[in-house]
């Protein structure tokens, strides 16, 4: 359990360091990225995933409960090498990533502390904590998010049956992929701990102009992405 906790905090902690400092270098005022642009965000969160997952490595690189759901509901015995699945540590890795989810965002935060103390909007503020729709319509947001995190998961889930050399650059990449083909409604949270853990550091942040944090739409990009994962998990069973 604590090979558990330590790994995936700190894995998933990287993930939203990295992934938070891009959103945020891309989108507050006066950065060395601003106005970086879309596939600027997209090429962060997969160089994000790849330092999160090389930093998991101990556990097997979750990161994200929806990789843990997919593998629950999938053939897999083991979350990795010598970790059982039962509900104990399956309730570790949640409990992990939401931890280091948390602890990440406040990391992104005190680097562009500067920034966030002159950024006025409080809609470009919560932007680089949480992912929000660009049309918002509930049921059709979550269908983004259960498709989305259907293909992460299923295709991660095939990764581990298909001889390759490409390590985590596989999901860094696919996850670029992902971002460039069907993260344009929602931003493809793709991962429940990536956007309720900022949102609750947002929340609980001292950010000048901050706004709310929308928690009307946050059980979006938590249940989409479960849906996803337990469909994906499922599918690889016909599969194979």
Same mark, same amino acid.
């Given at each position: 359990?604590?090979?558990?906790?330590?790994?995936?905090?700190?894995?998933?902690?990287?993930?939203?360091?990295?992934?938070?400092?891009?959103?945020?270098?891309?989108?507050?005022?006066?950065?060395?990225?601003?106005?970086?642009?879309?596939?600027?965000?997209?090429?962060?969160?997969?160089?994000?995933?790849?330092?999160?997952?090389?930093?998991?490595?101990?556990?097997?690189?979750?990161?994200?409960?929806?990789?843990?759901?997919?593998?629950?509901?999938?053939?897999?015995?083991?979350?990795?090498?010598?970790?059982?699945?039962?509900?104990?540590?399956?309730?570790?890795?949640?409990?992990?990533?939401?931890?280091?989810?948390?602890?990440?965002?406040?990391?992104?935060?005190?680097?562009?502390?500067?920034?966030?103390?002159?950024?006025?909007?409080?809609?470009?503020?919560?932007?680089?904590?949480?992912?929000?729709?660009?049309?918002?319509?509930?049921?059709?947001?979550?269908?983004?998010?259960?498709?989305?995190?259907?293909?992460?998961?299923?295709?991660?889930?095939?990764?581990?049956?298909?001889?390759? #050399?490409? !390590?985590?650059?596989? =999901?860094?990449? /696919?996850?670029?992929? @992902? &971002? %460039?083909? *069907?993260? +344009?409604?929602?931003?493809?949270?793709?991962?429940?701990?990536?956007?309720?853990?900022?949102?609750?550091?947002?929340?609980?942040?001292?950010?000048?102009?901050?706004?709310?944090? #929308?928690? !009307?739409?946050?059980? =979006?990009?938590? /249940?989409?992405?479960? @849906? &996803? %994962?337990? *469909?994906? +998990?499922?599918?690889?069973?016909?599969?194979?």
């Amino acid at each position: 359990m604590g090979t558990i906790l330590l790994s995936e905090i700190a894995g998933t902690a990287v993930l939203t360091l990295l992934g938070g400092g891009v959103v945020a270098n891309a989108i507050l005022g006066r950065t060395k990225g601003h106005g970086g642009g879309w596939l600027l965000i997209n090429f962060g969160w997969g160089l994000a995933v790849f330092a999160g997952v090389w930093t998991a490595f101990k556990t097997g690189a979750h990161i994200n409960p929806a990789v843990t759901v997919g593998l629950l509901f999938s053939e897999a015995t083991e979350y990795a090498p010598g970790i059982p699945i039962t509900l104990g540590t399956t309730l570790t890795y949640f409990v992990a990533q939401m931890i280091g989810a948390f602890l990440g965002a406040v990391l992104a935060w005190l680097t562009y502390q500067n920034h966030y103390d002159q950024e006025t909007d409080p809609a470009t503020i919560l932007g680089t904590f949480s992912t929000g729709p660009e049309i918002r319509s509930k049921g059709w947001n979550l269908v983004t998010e259960i498709i989305a995190t259907f293909v992460l998961i299923f295709v991660i889930i095939m990764f581990g049956n298909t001889p390759h #050399d490409l !390590g985590p650059l596989a =999901v860094a990449l /696919l996850v670029v992929g @992902i &971002g %460039a083909s *069907l993260g +344009g409604p929602t931003g493809y949270a793709i991962n429940p701990a990536r956007d309720l853990g900022p949102r609750l550091a947002h929340a609980i942040l001292p950010i000048r102009n901050k706004g709310g944090s #929308d928690w !009307g739409y946050s059980w =979006v990009p938590v /249940l989409g992405p479960l @849906i &996803g %994962a337990v *469909l994906a +998990g499922l599918a690889s069973l016909l599969y194979f």
